[in-house]
């Protein structure tokens, strides 16, 4: 069965810092990535989602991610992150024969003014 | 607003109540899943149905009991729940490739 590991549970972080959360999955097959978003109090949300094609993904409020078949990774990135970036971050993965995504475990930046 | 809708958002229920949740979407997605979300876990998939039928019960209690009577609607139907059963559950729906759409969620509190 296939994982997903986010390895920073906890980031907290400065207002222009930059940012950079882990995720590593274990299926060694062809794999659907996503990154969601769960701002305080608010529903899950698409940051951003790998298929197939260029593994640098751009996705909304200024995240990207790489993915890296080698490493089995899809690490999201932002170059400098807002107060209002403060919120849990979800890895998701799901394999190509499957529709429905496993989830890493989350994490949660917390970003100071 | 996702075009997933849960009701309640909050709820409140004894050891001996019952009571259900209820998701719906106008999204024309064909899949439909119930997610638990508790502090400090990562999100559990419970219950998937896909085309109103189920394909997935992760080895979830039978004191929670999922139904689907069509493609828009799913509810989670909850009795004789325990203290550790609160948490987030969350409803999503997704057209294939995972790529799910979101409720807001109801916040289950067992007193």
């Known amino acids: 069965a296939q994982s997903v590991s986010q390895h920073n549970h906890h980031v907290i972080l400065s207002e222009a810092a930059s940012l950079e959360l882990g995720c590593n999955y274990s299926?060694?097959?062809?794999?659907?990535l996503f990154w969601y978003v769960q701002y305080p109090g608010q529903h899950l949300q698409l940051l951003l989602k790998y298929f197939s094609g260029d593994p640098l993904v751009k996705g909304i409020k200024g995240f990207e991610a790489e993915f890296i078949k080698s490493k089995f990774s899809f690490n999201l990135r932002k170059p400098s992150v807002q107060w209002s970036d403060t919120a849990e971050y979800f890895c998701?993965?799901?394999?190509?024969?499957?529709?429905?995504?496993?989830f890493g475990r989350g994490t949660s930046l917390i970003v100071h003014p | 607003e996702t075009g997933v809708t849960q009701t309640p958002r909050h709820l409140v229920m004894g050891m001996t109540n019952k009571k259900s949740l209820k998701c719906e979407q106008h999204l024309g997605h064909n899949a439909m899943y119930w997610y638990k979300q508790s502090a400090k876990k990562p999100l559990e998939l419970m219950f998937v149905?896909?085309?109103?039928?189920?394909?997935e019960n992760n080895s979830v209690p039978s004191r929670f009991s999922p139904e689907c009577p069509n493609s828009s609607h799913l509810f989670l139907h909850l009795h004789t729940l325990q203290p550790e059963d609160s948490a987030l559950y969350l409803c999503?729906?997704?057209?294939?490739?995972?790529?799910?759409?979101f409720g807001q969620g109801t916040r289950l509190t067992v007193v």
């Open positions: 999503a729906s997704s057209q294939g490739l995972g790529l799910a759409f």
């Open positions: 149905y896909n085309f109103k039928e189920q394909t």
């Open positions: 299926y060694g097959g062809t794999v659907n």
């Open positions: 998701a993965v799901n394999s190509g024969g499957s529709y429905i995504p496993t």
